[in-house]
């Protein structure tokens, strides 16, 4: 059987499938000893866990917004207004808060930068 650029063989598959198993099922860790547990996440790390950071929420802080805004937009889309820039965020499927949150603003604003938009995306939540 040919298994193209899959580094393992079917044995090594199906025993990585069962050592998995019951972690994917409990949605914990289910080793005995805790030294085999991965670690957890650091204080600076990004919130991956809580879901897709939009402005207006707790983890809204501005590098967040700005690494949120950049995985959907790129220097090409520059400048432009928010009605474009949440078109091409809709197309990239982005999540829907962020989108939101980048259609909400006024449609005569004109941003060069990421950074420019993030600034302004937190400072607008700031002020509610």
Request: net charge positive.
């Amino acid at each position: 059987m040919q298994r193209g650029s899959d580094r393992l063989n079917v044995r090594r598959d199906d025993e990585m499938k069962h050592e998995l198993q019951g972690l994917l099922r409990s949605g914990h860790p289910t080793r005995t000893e805790e030294w085999h547990d991965p670690e957890p996440g650091a204080d600076d790390d990004p919130l991956v866990a809580g879901g897709p950071v939009a402005p207006g929420t707790r983890a809204a802080s501005l590098p967040a917004v700005r690494q949120a805004l950049s995985r959907f937009l790129s220097r090409g889309r520059f400048p432009a207004g928010p009605r474009e820039l949440a078109g091409a965020m809709r197309r990239g499927y982005a999540p829907d808060g962020l989108v939101e949150s980048v259609e909400r603003l006024p449609r005569s604003a004109r941003y060069t930068t990421v950074q420019e938009l993030a600034e302004d995306l937190t400072e607008r939540n700031r002020r509610r």
